[in-house]
């Protein structure tokens, strides 16, 4: 049965995102569109197995690590100070908005704040796929939004966690969570630094076939899995700055030619379908001033917050309306969120629906507003 969906999901998101780039449009939101048309929501030809799961997070992992590959550290680091305003008023602001939006709803105080962060996340997965379309990936703009990804989603994952400690009363200690981060980006600086290049070096000479491939894979998951497992850092976190280690090196090209095919060709259309597969419209006309509302929040308190952080940091109007644009994507962040806050009961059940397609929402609004705002770039340089 997978293999008959494997060739739903790569036909349908092929087509689609041919005919969404004839409409002026990024391929992205046509893939993300098909998800919703061919999963439960509507035909149903595909559902939320654990293999599509799997797929899905390898193509997570793999366009990510690309991402990394792309990104040029001294860029990165020469924009850090955009980055972390950017990211700040992307998180103060959708916590501001949303929480007295939730307790006018009728919430407690402690789902309002967890529907709060959970707006807060960012996921530039999205962004990232159409950066690159439109040929702004490398810029000054799209370093700053990169950074500001990474910095956000480290936010958000500390105060979700010390969140729930209060409110669901896991014994928690608040030192130990944060040393915890901090420890897993101190052993990432070092196998950055020191481990990457040699072991790289020391694979490519191994005398099988697409030993370099492999041996930038298995250093791309390994972190990737290291950073979730022990440090409930995000998988897409580790696998972004390996693939900015790799970039460093004299392998960077040979890796990215290799990777790009195995990653666009098989696993990201499994990614962009799979958000799709979230939606499900039951119950939806009984929560629709929920849904109406939120989504306007959720999309105006990233423009806004994000949007003046870049302005703080220097950017012009338009730069930093885009930035701002490009952090509205919750995407599959904002949805393991979700998952948690159902199972916890700090998300009520009749919101958590609603709760999806604002998140998925967001996720659509991301790739046009993007190409409204910035428009195709061909020099990808600064």
Same mark, same amino acid.
């Given at each position: ?107 407690t105080q402690g789902q309002a704040i967890f529907i709060g962060l959970t707006l807060a996340a960012t996921s530039v997965s999205i ?29 958000? $994952? ?23 981060? $901090? ?66 090196? +004299? ?9 790009? +095919? ?14 799709g597969l979230s939606v499900t419209f039951d119950g939806i006309t009984e929560n629709i001033w929920f849904l109406v509302i939120f989504?306007? $929040? ?85």
């Amino acid at each position: 049965m997978f293999i008959f969906q494997i060739v739903i999901v790569l036909l349908a998101t092929k087509i689609a995102g041919h005919f969404t780039v004839r409409l002026g449009q990024p391929s992205v939101l046509g893939k993300i569109l098909i998800g919703i048309i061919i999963g439960p929501a509507m035909l149903g030809w595909i559902t939320d197995s654990e293999v599509m799961q799997t797929f899905s997070q390898i193509g997570v992992i793999l366009l990510m690590f690309l991402a990394g590959l792309e990104t040029d550290l001294e860029d990165l680091n020469a924009n850090m100070k955009g980055a972390i305003f950017v990211a700040i008023g992307g998180v103060i602001l959708p916590i501001a908005m949303s929480y007295p939006l939730a307790m006018a709803f009728g919430l407690t105080q402690g789902q309002a704040i967890f529907i709060g962060l959970t707006l807060a996340a960012t996921s530039v997965s999205i962004s990232v796929q159409t950066l690159s379309e439109i040929g702004w990936l490398k810029s000054k703009e799209g370093s700053t939004l990169l950074g500001a990804a990474v910095l956000d989603d480290i936010i958000v $994952v500390v105060l979700i966690a010390i969140a729930m400690s209060f409110l669901v009363g896991d014994d928690v200690s608040i030192p130990v969570l944060i040393g915890g981060k $901090v420890f897993f980006f101190v052993l990432l600086f070092v196998v950055m630094r020191w481990v990457i290049p040699p072991f790289l070096k020391a694979f490519s000479r191994l005398k099988v076939t697409e030993a370099l491939l492999s041996g930038a894979l298995i250093a791309c998951f390994a972190l990737a899995y290291i950073g979730e497992h022990y440090f409930g850092i995000a998988t897409i976190i580790g696998a972004f700055f390996i693939g900015i280690a790799i970039g460093r090196t +004299p392998f960077k090209e040979t890796v990215e030619h290799k990777v790009e +095919p195995i990653a666009s060709g098989i696993f990201v259309p499994f990614f962009f379908v799979s958000i799709g597969l979230s939606v499900t419209f039951d119950g939806i006309t009984e929560n629709i001033w929920f849904l109406v509302i939120f989504s306007i $929040v959720a999309i105006l308190s990233k423009l806004i917050g994000s949007g003046i952080g870049a302005k703080l940091a220097g950017f012009s109007w338009k730069s930093s309306a885009g930035i701002g644009a490009g952090m509205i994507s919750r995407g599959e962040v904002a949805l393991i969120l979700a998952g948690m806050g159902l199972s916890s009961g700090l998300l009520p059940a009749e919101d958590y629906t609603p709760m999806v397609i604002v998140i998925i929402i967001t996720t659509l609004v991301t790739p046009p507003m993007l190409k409204g705002i910035f428009g195709n770039r061909s020099n990808l340089m600064d």
